[in-house]
């Protein structure tokens, strides 16, 4: 990219916290960060947005743009979502490759956007209910690979940010955690993973998730 803006955003992704003009295929971003986070990068022109994880040191990205998830037309409205990217020097990075790698996460991933590919295309409604139990199948056993992986993580590391973030990301994918999983895995964190933005997310989440169980006391509000 040898012209153009870079912006990053905040945790929750919906605000520009910084953004640099490209010159000569350089920028710089200049800030500090207490704890690691994964934040949203965009570029223009053309809207490419990818996730990277950003932490105290020296980080080298690499970002491929072969295989991104077009939306619309670049250019007039349109974006892409960048997922090939290569990162070196961060602590989060290393550890969030590795539970993809040892979940086999991309393999389901590939494996259910293929059933569910034969599922749209299919006209047969037996072979349609097959492919709907093996798509269930993939689904339950994908998310009980991740969950034995987290939660042996957790155990081996409670105070690492890495800890609150793959629960974090869990949580966002499966959401209907029950609460008592959600404090029972909280309760096991400490240190920086308590400090984290991922842990102020997922007790506050927990904290939704009380307020609606039936006969909760409902806090104090004005009409």
């Known amino acids: 990219v040898d012209s153009g803006m870079i912006k990053m955003f905040s945790d929750d992704r919906r605000i520009v916290v910084d953004s640099a003009i490209i ?69 989060l990075s290393d550890v969030y490759n590795k539970y993809m790698k040892e979940t086999k996460l991309k393999y389901y991933t590939s494996m259910l956007s ?23 199948s993939i689904v339950n056993t994908a998310y009980n690979t991740q969950r034995f992986w987290i939660e042996k993580y957790i155990s081996q590391h409670p105070s690492s940010p890495a800890s609150a973030f793959l629960l974090a990301d869990y949580y966002t994918q499966k959401r209907d955690l029950s609460l008592d999983y959600v404090q029972s895995m909280l309760a096991k964190l400490s240190g920086d993973a308590k400090r984290s933005v991922y842990y102020t997310q997922l007790a506050a989440a927990a904290h939704n998730m009380e307020n609606r169980k039936k006969d909760a006391t409902a806090s104090d509000f004005s009409l």
């Open 114 to 136: 293929s059933l569910s590919a034969s599922l749209d295309t299919s006209k047969n409604n037996d072979t349609k209910k097959n492919i709907a139990v093996k798509i269930d």
């Open 23 to 91: 010159r000569n295929g350089k920028f710089t971003l200049n800030g500090s960060m207490d704890l690691p986070e994964q934040r949203l990068f965009q570029i223009t022109p053309g809207i490419w947005s990818f996730l990277a994880f950003v932490e105290p040191g020296r980080l080298k990205f690499t970002v491929d743009t072969t295989n991104a998830q077009h939306s619309g037309v670049m250019g007039h409205g349109g974006y892409a979502l960048i997922w090939a990217i290569d990162e070196e020097g961060s602590t």
